[in-house]
Structure formats: structure tokens, C-alpha cells
């Protein structure tokens, strides 16, 4: 298969990161008898500095005509960098954003696995972290609280503010759909989350869900409220496959599951459209602290490389072998400064890199 990959590497660790990814994409393609053809692209700071602006229109249609973006991470110290002495619509995070709104970007996705080499890291009781966990969360990701209508104004004499929460059938059935889909390239069971005991939004959700679930027979759905959810995340993860839920409930959720995984470094994620096109960039931010000095763990970016071969191109053998080539090196004991721990060996970005393509 030929496949168009726009790469977006960015600022700080991005460079580093997204050059271990496409090694490991190219001993893929060698591998499986693929062709990745790369184009290049600038956002962010890097884009700030040779366009003056953070997201350009040839940016945009360049994406638009690849069939995924790769991307490693956006932005700089916001302490120091003069990037952050622009105004807002100008920084680097505003390209972010633009990306997302100009590829229509709606679904969220954040897996979150406790890998059994690094347990330890892991802030929960052994008992419950020795069972081990693989979920991936599905956030709405441009409905609900964050866009909804919002004014503070002055009622009866009382300093007011407002928030609206609004979520229409079509949002819902497009994110359902997305979960259930993904679902079925997982282990089957989908939980839905909502606070329909108190929403009229969440009804609304959970009788689309309903709906949705009916094409989806081989999927187990079970309906559970945000604030049980937010319980058994620490009590029992291992339960849980397919998460989906509404833009603010998981906003908190992936940050409390990706929290219990105890390493930021390793964890991918995805943005994906109604179609198969997805947005594929580490968890994490652009690290400027250990920026150009091969300190960064690429593995986050690897494994959203991988999601990108499983969700974007149908490359189900190719992005397991991906998934394998990593725990296969964690098996080997080769660390990174970030995941490093007692009688394991470190090694730097590069070397982490290689290592994974050579266990492909
Ligand atoms: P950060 O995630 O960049 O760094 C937090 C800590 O985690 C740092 O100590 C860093 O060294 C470490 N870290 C992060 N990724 C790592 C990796 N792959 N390997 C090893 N260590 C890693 O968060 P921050 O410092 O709050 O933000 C830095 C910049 O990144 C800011 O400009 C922020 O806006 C931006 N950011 C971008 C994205 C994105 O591109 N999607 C996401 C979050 C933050």
C-alpha cells in the first residue's frame, strides 16, 4: 500500500520524537512491502519563526491532502520564549487548535495501559495494579460546555455567570459510531458516560448511544455516571475497554486515566474525523527542559504512529507488530531517562528508537 503521511514534527522534543517514529514506520514499510511518502510541515513555533504566523493555509491543504498527520509536540517555555509575547491568537497553541477545527477533528482518542515493566510506576495499591489495565478513553472533543454559549452578567443585582451545555442528536451519533467502531478493533465492550440522572444532555447522549449500539451486536455497552466513573478508574481499570464520553467529563477522565498509567512519555493519542483521517501526536507536551539533547522518550509517538497504522490505514498485523517491538524492548530492560529504573539500561531517544525498529 502507498500511503500520503504529513508529518508535522514541531518545536522542542518534536524533531527528536517524530524522527524515531518514522524509522520505526519505514522498517514497517520494508517489513510489509509498504510505501510511506512523507511531506514535511510547519506549525506551531517553528512556524511562528519562519511564516509569522503558527498555522499557515498551505499547512492546512497539505494535511488535508495526505491520508494522516503525524505530529510530535507544539510550543516552547512559556516563561522565556518570545513566542509567548504574541498575542494569543498568534502563539503557538493557536495552531493547535486551528488544526483541529480545519480537519474537523471531533473524536479524541487516549488508550491508557499499564505496560507490566513499568507496574511500579504506577500510583495504585500493587493489588490493583498487578491485574493491569488497557482502556482507551473517547472524548468529544468540539461539542458540549467548552463551545456552548457563556456570558457573567448582571441579573436582578447578582453578578451572574453562564455556561451552556449543548449537544445535538448528530454530534452524539458521530461520536457513538467512532467509539463502537474502535470498539470492534478492540476487546468489544464500550462504557458510556454520562450524568443522565441530572442532564438533559446526557439523556439525550445516552438514548443516541442506545441507538447506535443496536448496528453494533458483538459490542457489550453498559451505561455508568461520570462520578462512578471517576471512581472505578482508581478501584478497578481493568474493567474498562472503550470509554466515550462528552468534552468536559473527558477532559477529567483521561487526565485521571493517564495520570494511573505513571509515565506521560508513553502514552499516544488521536484526533480523527467522520472518515478514517486522523491526527496522531504523543500525550505529552514539547518537554523544552531536555529539548536537543536525546534525552526524550520516543515511545509515546511510536505507539501513536502505530494507531495511526491501525485507525488510518486498516494495518492491523503491522501496528501489533509495532505494539510488540515495544514491550519487546521494555522486556529487554532498555530504559529512558524519563521510565528509568534500577538494573535497567539507559539509553537515549535515537537508541530507543532503533532499538523498537530492530525488534520489527
Ligand atoms: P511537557 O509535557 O512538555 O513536560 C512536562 C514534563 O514531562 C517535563 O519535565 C518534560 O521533560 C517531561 N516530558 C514530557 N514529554 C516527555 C518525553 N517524551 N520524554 C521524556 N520526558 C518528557 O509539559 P509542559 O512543560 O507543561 O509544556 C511545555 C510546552 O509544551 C508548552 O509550550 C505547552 O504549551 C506545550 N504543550 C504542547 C502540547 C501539544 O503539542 N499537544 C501538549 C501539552 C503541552
Given at each position: 500500500?502507498?500511503?500520503?503521511?504529513?508529518?508535522?514534527?514541531?518545536?522542542?522534543?518534536?524533531?527528536?520524537?517524530?524522527?524515531?517514529a518514522?524509522?520505526?514506520?519505514?522498517k514497517?514499510?520494508?517489513k510489509?512491502?509498504?510505501?510511506?511518502?512523507?511531506?514535511?510541515?510547519?506549525m506551531?513555533?517553528?512556524?511562528?519563526?519562519?511564516?509569522?504566523?503558527?498555522?499557515?493555509?498551505?499547512?492546512?491543504?497539505a494535511?488535508k491532502?495526505?491520508?494522516?498527520?503525524?505530529?510530535?509536540?507544539i510550543?516552547?517555555?512559556t516563561?522565556t520564549?518570545?513566542?509567548?509575547?504574541?498575542?494569543?491568537?498568534?502563539?503557538?497553541?493557536?495552531g493547535?487548535?486551528?488544526?483541529?477545527?480545519?480537519?474537523?477533528?471531533?473524536?479524541?482518542?487516549?488508550?491508557?495501559?499499564?505496560?507490566?515493566?513499568l507496574?511500579?510506576?504506577?500510583?495504585?495499591?500493587e493489588?490493583i495494579?498487578a491485574?493491569?489495565f488497557?482502556?482507551?478513553i473517547m472524548?468529544?472533543?468540539?461539542?458540549g460546555?467548552?463551545?456552548?454559549?457563556?456570558?457573567?452578567?448582571?441579573?436582578?443585582?447578582?453578578?451572574?455567570?453562564?455556561?451552556?451545555?449543548?449537544y445535538?442528536?448528530?454530534?452524539?451519533r458521530?461520536?457513538?459510531?467512532?467509539?463502537?467502531?474502535?470498539?470492534?478493533?478492540?476487546?468489544?465492550?464500550?462504557?458510556?458516560v454520562?450524568?443522565?440522572?441530572?442532564?438533559?444532555?446526557?439523556?439525550?447522549?445516552?438514548?443516541?448511544?442506545?441507538?447506535?449500539?443496536?448496528e453494533?451486536p458483538?459490542?457489550?455497552?453498559e451505561?455508568?455516571?461520570?462520578?462512578?466513573?471517576?471512581?472505578?478508574?482508581?478501584k478497578?481499570?481493568?474493567q474498562?475497554?472503550v470509554?466515550?464520553?462528552e468534552?468536559?467529563?473527558?477532559?477529567?477522565?483521561?487526565?485521571e486515566?493517564?495520570?494511573?498509567?505513571?509515565?506521560?512519555g508513553?502514552?499516544?493519542?488521536?484526533?480523527?474525523?467522520?472518515?478514517?483521517?486522523?491526527l496522531?501526536?504523543?500525550?505529552?507536551?514539547?518537554?523544552?527542559?531536555?529539548?536537543?539533547?536525546?534525552?526524550?522518550?520516543?515511545?509515546?509517538?511510536i505507539?501513536?504512529?502505530?494507531?495511526?497504522?491501525r485507525?488510518?490505514?486498516d494495518?492491523t498485523d503491522?501496528?501489533d507488530?509495532?505494539?510488540t517491538?515495544?514491550?519487546?524492548?521494555l522486556?529487554?530492560?532498555?530504559?529512558?531517562?524519563?521510565?528509568m529504573?534500577e538494573?535497567?539500561?539507559?539509553?537515549?531517544?535515537a537508541?530507543?528508537?532503533?532499538?523498537i525498529?530492530?525488534?520489527?
Amino acid at each position: 500500500m502507498i500511503k500520503k503521511i504529513a508529518v508535522i514534527k514541531g518545536d522542542g522534543i518534536g524533531p527528536e520524537i517524530v524522527t524515531e517514529a518514522m524509522k520505526v514506520l519505514d522498517k514497517v514499510a520494508e517489513k510489509y512491502g509498504h510505501r510511506f511518502d512523507y511531506t514535511q510541515l510547519l506549525m506551531g513555533g517553528a512556524s511562528i519563526d519562519a511564516n509569522g504566523v503558527p498555522l499557515t493555509d498551505e499547512t492546512i491543504a497539505a494535511c488535508k491532502a495526505s491520508d494522516a498527520v503525524l505530529m510530535g509536540s507544539i510550543g516552547g517555555d512559556t516563561n522565556t520564549s518570545p513566542w509567548y509575547k504574541l498575542p494569543a491568537n498568534l502563539r503557538p497553541e493557536a495552531g493547535l487548535l486551528g488544526i483541529r477545527k480545519a480537519l474537523g477533528l471531533f473524536a479524541n482518542l487516549r488508550p491508557c495501559l499499564l505496560y507490566k515493566q513499568l507496574a511500579g510506576a504506577c500510583p495504585l495499591k500493587e493489588s490493583i495494579a498487578a491485574k493491569g489495565f488497557d482502556m482507551l478513553i473517547m472524548r468529544e472533543l468540539t461539542g458540549g460546555l467548552y463551545f456552548g454559549e457563556r456570558k457573567t452578567e448582571e441579573i436582578n443585582g447578582v453578578m451572574t455567570a453562564i455556561d451552556t451545555l449543548t449537544y445535538t442528536e448528530a454530534e452524539i451519533r458521530r461520536i457513538a459510531v467512532k467509539a463502537f467502531e474502535v470498539a470492534m478493533k478492540r476487546r468489544k465492550k464500550v462504557t458510556s458516560v454520562d450524568k443522565a440522572n441530572v442532564l438533559d444532555s446526557s439523556r439525550l447522549w445516552r438514548k443516541v448511544v442506545n441507538e447506535v449500539a443496536k448496528e453494533y451486536p458483538e459490542v457489550t455497552l453498559e451505561h455508568m455516571l461520570v462520578d462512578n466513573s471517576a471512581m472505578q478508574l482508581v478501584k478497578d481499570p481493568a474493567q474498562f475497554d472503550v470509554m466515550v464520553t462528552e468534552n468536559m467529563f473527558g477532559d477529567i477522565l483521561s487526565d485521571e486515566a493517564s495520570m494511573i498509567t505513571g509515565s506521560i512519555g508513553m502514552l499516544p493519542s488521536a484526533s480523527m474525523n467522520e472518515t478514517k483521517f486522523g491526527l496522531y501526536e504523543p500525550s505529552g507536551g514539547s518537554a523544552p527542559d531536555i529539548a536537543g539533547q536525546d534525552k526524550a522518550n520516543p515511545i509515546a509517538t511510536i505507539l501513536s504512529a502505530a494507531m495511526m497504522l491501525r485507525y488510518s490505514f486498516d494495518m492491523t498485523d503491522e501496528a501489533d507488530a509495532v505494539e510488540t517491538a515495544v514491550e519487546a524492548v521494555l522486556d529487554q530492560g532498555y530504559r529512558t531517562g524519563d521510565i528509568m529504573s534500577e538494573g535497567c539500561t539507559k539509553v537515549g531517544c535515537a537508541e530507543m528508537g532503533s532499538l523498537i525498529a530492530a525488534n520489527i
